[in-house]
């Protein structure tokens, strides 16, 4: 008969991204994880696999927690829907005190191009947040509140891009200000 866990491996995943985005792939051991987990090295192994797994799988969560669908996808105007998404980039930046930043950007600057199942997670990620941000944008011309001839595909390109911007700022250097300055620069230049 099999043993039965003496862990639950959801808290345990949970723990692991905690640990990982805070501290990155690299500088995280399997003795730093075996330490916060408070699960043997083996169970880690029978459970997740090797550290890469872990990290994958820790990822994968860390994707599900963050998903922007729901709050792009709201009935009524959508430039207000845009601009609190913006903003909430900022506030979550400026309220980081760990200055973790996103796991999604420390991934991709980390070690994504070395590994091309990060490299698609990553990706995947960002293709997922530009195709949300279009769908608004189209919404957002068909609504008027955009001139007709904005492309909303390349909007949401650039939006992509300042978001992954505002992540890494607001990890180095948070200043308020220049996050702030950048997305009230960036609302005037997707409604001309």
Request: proline share 4%; charged share 25%.
């Amino acid at each position: 008969m099999a043993r039965s866990k003496e862990f639950d491996p959801e808290v345990a995943l949970q723990k692991a991204l905690e640990l990982f985005w805070e501290r990155g792939y690299e500088a995280t051991s399997m003795a730093d994880l075996v330490e916060h987990l408070g699960i043997a090295r083996a169970s880690i192994y029978g459970t997740f696999g090797g550290k890469r797994e872990l990290y994958l799988k820790a990822l994968e969560r860390y994707l599900e927690q963050h998903d922007v669908v729901e709050r792009l996808s709201q009935p009524g105007p959508a430039l207000p829907a845009v601009r609190a998404f913006l903003d909430s980039y900022v506030a979550e930046c400026l309220a980081d005190e760990l200055r973790r930043g996103c796991m999604v950007v420390n991934t991709a600057v980390e070690f994504a191009a070395r590994d091309a199942a990060v490299s698609r997670k990553v990706t995947e990620s960002w293709a997922g947040l530009e195709a949300v941000l279009a769908a608004t944008l189209v919404r957002a011309r068909a609504q008027g509140e955009i001139p007709a001839g904005k492309d909303p595909h390349a909007l949401a390109r650039f939006l992509l891009v300042l978001l992954q911007g505002i992540r890494v700022l607001g990890r180095a250097d948070p200043d308020p200000r220049r996050l702030r300055d950048a997305v009230d620069q960036a609302m005037v230049a997707v409604q001309i």
